[in-house]
């Protein structure tokens, strides 16, 4: 399983209206370490840029792939090929921004390509994708949908897991409140 993470200080802008920057740093600690626990006992690797993650990833049994500079899709493609060069047949990358998140290693038991979207089906909170087949991500905003399409793209098998724990991503001070009291 592969995390991207990214530096705790600088986590979660987008929060600043409704907490302060120690706020969004223990937050965003706190769902990523959650995420960590959600492996289903599969190894697991963060991909980073900031030394306090990489200090903190190996604290929590992870491996770290260090990737400075690089952005999120690259970031991520990179930690692929790491995973995949370490022996991986298929990577999980299961974003960690999830405070609900369970076990997601049940998205490696399909073959193809395994899409856990966010609850409003714009951006990919999960996605589990074989190795060798050269998948090409693309996070932000309509994720969802492109990652469906480079799974066509490549004639993969495509599985959409819609999960109510993984969808819950925290991105907007919205999204820390109960779903009633929005």
């Not at 090929?81 to 047949?89: E, N, Q, Y």
């Not at 990919?124 to 991500?137: D, E, K, L, Q, S």
């Not at 109510?164 to 779903?179: G, I």
Request: charged content about 20%; aromatic content about 6%; some cysteine.
């Amino acid at each position: 399983m592969l995390v991207p993470v990214k530096s705790f200080r600088r986590a979660k802008l987008r929060l600043a209206p409704a907490l302060d920057g120690p706020e969004r740093a223990a937050l965003a600690r706190a769902m990523a370490e959650r995420v960590l626990h959600a492996t289903g006992g599969l190894p697991c690797a963060v991909v980073c840029d900031d030394p306090e993650v990489a200090a903190w990833a190996l604290a929590q049994g992870a491996g770290v792939v260090w990737q400075p500079g690089r952005g999120l899709d690259r970031a991520v493609q990179s930690g692929v090929a790491r995973l995949g060069a370490a022996g991986a047949v298929q990577v999980i990358v299961a974003h960690a921004d999830l405070p609900l998140a369970t076990d997601v290693s049940f998205t490696a038991r399909f073959a193809g390509v395994t899409l856990v979207p966010d609850r409003r089906e714009d951006g990919t909170n999960v996605a589990c994708v074989p190795v060798a087949a050269g998948f090409r991500f693309a996070y932000g905003p309509g994720s969802f949908a492109r990652h469906q399409a480079e799974a066509v793209r490549l004639g993969l098998a495509l599985r959409i897991a819609r999960q109510a724990q993984l969808a819950w991503d925290v991105d907007v001070p919205d999204d820390l409140l109960p779903a009633g009291r929005r």
